[in-house]
């Protein structure tokens, strides 16, 4: 049966080292997604867009366990009555900080969270973060849906996991910089192709230091074409998904019929 999702990606600038800002212009960038005729029913957005990767002073930047927030995107998604996947924040809890989603419902309600597995060792992040050891899962009107953070794309198993444990559309925040765009492209492809599954990804944009972020926030098919890809730019991408393509190629090509696990870790 055919059950269609409107999407809405925040492609963002994320002012380094002030949340204060970064919140401000998330909250203008909810209102702008949610003012369009045809109004979303899932809005995602960039990884840590609190902070962006003030690594240095990321203790005292970092939201405790989250508070703040998930006050912003409780209510926002309640008034709205529309899914978040709330791309990545620096989040205190504890003693230690991690990079994680939160993810709400239609009525506001919590119902997932992730924290990002594989620490991105060429952006410092293993030395001040700590990683997640759990999936993120959720159910979007019915559909099962997964949560990746950036550099975990690069990583074929997690997405396997996912898809194994029955999810057809995974969310991907990020901040993923040049030069690597055809990396981003490409692997964001290979897991909606491997997986037959729908890819949503939203990258951030916009200069920190000698960092460019590149954009090209991309809706992947479970067939691998490209359903919605932005430029460069700060925009707010809209791309309407059918659930029902993620059977349709899965029939076509049974490959979770066709694995054969037992001989994969064999010399
Ligand atoms: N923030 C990240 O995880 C960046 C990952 C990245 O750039 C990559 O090439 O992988």
Redesign the pocket.
């Known amino acids: 049966m055919s059950k269609k999702l409107r999407l809405a990606i925040i492609q963002m600038d994320v002012h380094v080292g002030n949340p204060e800002s970064n919140f401000v212009s998330l909250e203008r960038k909810l209102e702008e997604a949610v003012g369009v005729a045809h109004k979303p029913d899932v809005i995602l957005f960039p990884?840590?867009w609190n902070t962006g990767?003030a690594l240095s002073e990321i203790r005292q930047l970092s939201d405790p366990e989250g508070k703040r927030t998930k006050e912003l995107l409780s209510g926002f998604s309640k008034r709205h009555s529309v899914y978040i996947v709330g791309g990545s924040i620096a989040e205190l809890r504890g003693n230690e900080v991690f990079n994680t989603i939160y993810a709400f419902d239609r009525n506001g309600e919590q119902i997932s969270d992730y924290s990002?597995m594989?620490l991105?060792r060429?952006?410092d992040?293993e030395k001040y973060l700590t990683a997640g050891d759990k999936h993120g899962n959720l159910t979007i009107d019915g559909e099962q849906a997964g949560m990746m953070?950036?550099?975990?794309?690069?990583f074929p198993e997690l997405a396997r996991g996912l898809a194994l444990g029955g999810v057809k559309l995974l969310f991907v925040p990020?901040?993923?910089?040049n030069p690597?765009l055809h990396?981003?492209r490409t692997l964001l492809m290979a897991r909606a192709i491997e997986n037959q599954m729908f890819v949503i990804a939203c990258n951030r944009m916009g200069q920190s230091g000698d960092t460019t972020f590149f954009g090209h926030s991309m809706v992947v098919d479970p067939w691998g074409e490209i359903v919605a890809e932005a430029g460069e730019e700060e925009t707010i991408l809209h791309a309407e998904i059918d659930m029902a393509l993620v059977d349709s190629v899965r029939a076509k090509i049974p490959i979770f019929e066709d694995r054969r696990p037992a001989l994969y870790s064999k010399n």
């Open positions: 990884e840590m990767y990002k594989h991105f060429l952006m992040e953070i950036c550099y975990d794309i690069r990020a901040q993923w910089p690597r990396h981003w």
